[in-house]
């Protein structure tokens, strides 16, 4: 049985926004996994992007202020990697918001047969639009962005950058 109480602690740790990307809350990312209330205690689960997110220490503390100050007493939050977050788990809500502001939006995740992850040096291509203009004549300027999650491309029409969010 869901109490209200538990319904209000999930309605406000997925009202916390992503540091990196503060146009998407935590829901929206895909990185909220579980919030369960007993009594006045929390227990709040995510998922990292990345191992080792520098994001993670602010989203707990992002959480963990937000729930305090909504009135509860006790708020732990553990994180999970398994199973390992996808941009796949990213809402149609996220991406339409990623879009807006001028992100290149992830395509599908990429399928990989179980067993270890293979170790490519090399930039996988995509084919992306610019966010800003529509044009498919883009370019990769760095594999590595802002944050780990983003690539930086710039459109060769209107000449604009912007940031791809990686398909993870």
Avoid: Q
Avoid at 48 to 55: E, F, M, N, W
Avoid at 158 to 163: R, V
């Amino acid at each position: 049985m869901v109490t209200v109480a538990a319904t209000t602690a999930r309605e406000i740790a997925a009202s916390v926004l992503d540091p990196e990307m503060p146009m998407l809350t935590l829901d929206d990312l895909g990185v909220l996994r579980d919030v369960r209330v007993d009594g006045e205690r929390v227990v709040v689960t995510i998922t990292p992007t990345y191992s080792g997110c520098p994001a993670m220490a602010t989203m707990r503390d992002d959480l963990e202020h937000k729930l305090g100050v909504a009135g509860y007493a006790e708020v732990e939050v553990r994180t999970v990697l398994t199973p390992a977050w996808s941009t796949d788990w990213i809402s149609s809500e996220g991406r339409r918001k990623l879009a807006e502001n001028g992100y290149s939006v992830p395509g599908p995740a990429p399928v990989r047969a179980a067993g270890p992850v293979p170790l490519t040096l090399i930039a996988r291509p995509r084919l992306l639009a610019c966010p800003r203009c529509g044009s498919r004549s883009t370019r990769l300027d760095s594999e590595f962005g802002p944050t780990l999650c983003k690539a930086l491309y710039r459109c060769l029409d209107c000449l604009e950058p912007f940031d791809h969010v990686k398909e993870i």
